[in-house]
């Protein structure tokens, strides 16, 4: 198969943002009153949109809706300050951009991140490269490993699922990738690892941005 399109994971797969997703939910934390989280520890809190990294933050007996309501509020409060603070670019992802974008390979980002953060994190920290579409979690964006929007994204592309390579860091990237007929290609800088993402349907695992690049030669 030839493949034509690439549509990636952001957080994890792109961008290295762990320590400023840490540092929201922790201060939220701190302001409940509540046990804080090593940084580790959230390589496997998030990747299922903000509502679920707040529940698998917070103590099984402090999971009750206005607890969770107040949670997410200082967590998206303090994420708007902190964003950018130590959110960059993997080692290896400018180049892997710059060499898909000569050669005029078209590409996607689709993430779990809330939209309004999943656009303002690309433009911002993306900004040297087009990208065909940026979608995150919202009302009419069904999140992942929902095909939907994956689908909605190659279809605007006037592709064939089977003609797009999926990346993703984490099993939830893999189903939507097998759900959309897409390519699935699991990457081992992330939050996840090699267990997680061959159990989910990894056709292959990059080691390093490159090797991304070598699918479409």
């Avoid at 994956?150 to 999926?166: G, K, T």
Wanted: hydrophobic share 40%.
């Amino acid at each position: 198969m030839t493949f034509k399109a690439l549509i990636s994971d952001l957080d994890g797969t792109l961008l290295d943002t762990l320590q400023d997703l840490a540092g929201a939910v922790n201060t939220a934390l701190s302001r409940l009153g509540l046990p804080q989280h090593d940084v580790e520890s959230y390589r496997f809190f998030v990747g299922d949109g903000r509502r679920m990294l707040a529940l698998r933050s917070l103590p099984a007996d402090h999971q009750d809706d206005a607890t969770l309501a107040r949670m997410l509020e200082i967590m998206n409060d303090d994420y708007m300050k902190r964003w950018m603070d130590m959110t960059k670019p993997y080692a290896g992802i400018p180049e892997m951009l710059d060499e898909l974008a000569a050669r005029g390979i078209p590409m996607a980002v689709l993430s779990n991140k809330p939209h309004d953060y999943t656009e303002a994190t690309v433009s911002t920290l993306l900004s040297r490269w087009r990208f065909e579409h940026v979608i995150g979690e919202a009302v009419d964006h069904p999140k992942k490993p929902d095909p939907t929007c994956a689908l909605r994204i190659v279809e605007s592309m006037h592709l064939n699922p089977e003609e797009c390579v999926y990346i993703g860091d984490s099993g939830v990237d893999m189903q939507t990738a097998i759900s959309a007929g897409m390519y699935p290609v699991g990457v081992l800088w992330g939050f996840r690892d090699a267990d997680e993402l061959t159990s989910h349907g990894a056709a292959r695992l990059a080691h390093r941005p490159a090797d991304i690049v070598r699918l479409f030669t």
